[in-house]
């Protein structure tokens, strides 16, 4: 026992029981003194095809349970050196996606009075926009890893400018991020036109589609990106529907052909010594997941961000 917040363990309290928070650590309302709150944004009307990532918080936070404190493989002990929390959710409008936005962005400046790394759990990927909004408030234009399927940087879906679909082609146009320092790895599918991911590289993001990762392992390109980030603050935003739906199919938008479990870990596990100053797991979706493996697996990774953030202990 360090004296930080450390999970129930499964010894002490069965896993299928305790509180409904992330890995069952403590909950918490005053963010003094925490070193990393982990919050749900249960959001799904930003999206544009299957809907269901409203429930993606409590069944990540569900699946959790299941996740012991310590990083065997890379000995990271993220409790033992930070104090980590869960807040809670933010309470957003279900009837309007404009006001959620806003609710989004200033439940993230009241956070960011505290020097505390929030790590959201989503909802649909249009939560990432507010986040980036308020982040860049108190750091500047941040580097970005983008992990998904779809560069989203349509200009607009069916008239509307804010959406799971437009969110990084809005924070190039704001300013929230150095597209030189913006990591899109992942994409593919099918397209409207075939400037829909060559438009942004002109912007200076760099794109790893999944078709060139395909069999390879990605610590070297994780590697890569962190030399290159070099001490910038980060965000890393992480679809779920960037892996195959083989792996993840419970999200709204699956694509085939996508990354691996083992190449989600590696990339995370690459990025180690990073500046992140926020991240988040967006796009489960549960109705779309029978089995519990698509919250399973983004639970699991969201762990893996904590285990990569600034002052983690290590074993």
Known sequence: MTGKNQPISGNDLARFSGPNTFMRLPSANDLGGLDAAILGVPMDIGTSWRSGTRFGPKEVRTQSAMIRPYNLQTGAAPFDGLQIADIGDLAINTFSLSDSLRIIAESYDAILKYDVVPVAIGGDHS???????????????????????????????????????????????????????????????????????????????????????????????????????????????YDIDSLDPAFA????????????????????????????????????????????????????????????LPNVTYR
């Not at 146009?173 to 002109?202: C, H, N």
């Not at 109705?287 to 285990?307: M, Q, S, V």
Request: with cysteine.
């Open 249 to 308: 199919p419970g999200t709204g938008t699956p694509e085939i052909g996508g990354l691996t479990t083992p190449q989600a870990l590696e990339l995370i596990r690459a990025l180690k010594g990073v500046n992140v100053v926020g991240c988040d797991l967006v796009e489960v979706s549960p109705p779309y997941d029978t089995t519990g493996n698509t919250a399973l697996t983004g639970a699991n990774l969201l762990f893996e961000l904590l285990c990569i």
């Open 127 to 237: 939560i990432t926009l507010p986040i980036l909004r308020s982040i860049a408030k108190r750091h500047g234009p941040v580097a970005l890893v983008h992990v998904d399927a779809h560069a989203d940087v349509n200009d607009e879906m069916f008239g509307e400018r804010e959406t799971h679909g437009t969110v990084f082609r809005r924070a190039y146009e704001e300013g929230l991020i150095r597209p030189e320092k913006t990591y899109q790895v992942g994409l593919r599918g099918t397209g409207y036109a075939s400037t829909d991911f060559t438009e942004a590289a002109d912007w200076g993001f760099q794109q790893f589609p999944a078709h060139e990762l395909w069999h390879k392992s990605l610590s070297h390109l994780g590697a890569e990106i962190r030399r290159d980030i070099g001490d910038v603050p980060t965000y890393i935003t």
